[in-house]
């Protein structure tokens, strides 16, 4: 069965950091893309990062660009989300998700689809407040 535990948020001032967590299990991170997204009171999932696990391509949304970090621990079958300058928009639930069907599309649709919440496989989400 395939499972993601996100851990790691809480509430932190702004200009804060925090690192999220992302644990899976039921699958090996062969060749997946792993995103986090997030999805804040009223407003619709976004697609904030994602990593490819085979190649380590790393992708940003224009939102958390220079100031998010995505990395994954193949080896722990582990991925990461190191949010520094954290401001109060931020504030959402975050998920964790994973897809392994994104890899047999296009590059161009990977591009288009990559942030939207598509992927087959979710977390429970873990709360990220942030105060001003």
């Known amino acids: 069965e395939v499972q993601l535990v996100e851990s790691g948020g809480g509430l932190v001032q702004a200009g804060g950091s925090l690192r999220l967590s992302c644990a899976a299990s039921?699958?090996?991170?062969?060749?997946?893309?792993i995103g986090w997204f997030r999805q804040a009171p009223g407003k619709e999932r976004e697609g904030v990062s994602c990593?490819?696990?085979?190649?380590?391509?790393?992708y940003y949304a224009d939102s958390v660009k220079g100031r998010f970090t995505i990395s994954s621990d193949n080896a722990k079958n582990t991925v990461y989300l190191q949010m520094n300058s954290l401001k109060p928009e931020d504030t959402a639930v975050y998920y964790c998700?994973?897809?392994?069907?994104?890899?047999?599309?296009?590059?161009?649709?990977?591009?288009?689809?990559?942030?939207?919440?598509?992927?087959?496989?979710w977390g429970q989400g873990t709360q990220v407040t942030v105060s001003s």
């Open positions: 039921g699958f090996t991170f062969d060749d997946y893309f």
């Open positions: 990593i490819r696990s085979s190649d380590g391509s790393t």
């Open positions: 998700a994973a897809d392994r069907s994104l890899i047999f599309t296009s590059r161009a649709t990977r591009i288009a689809t990559m942030f939207r919440p598509v992927y087959d496989y």
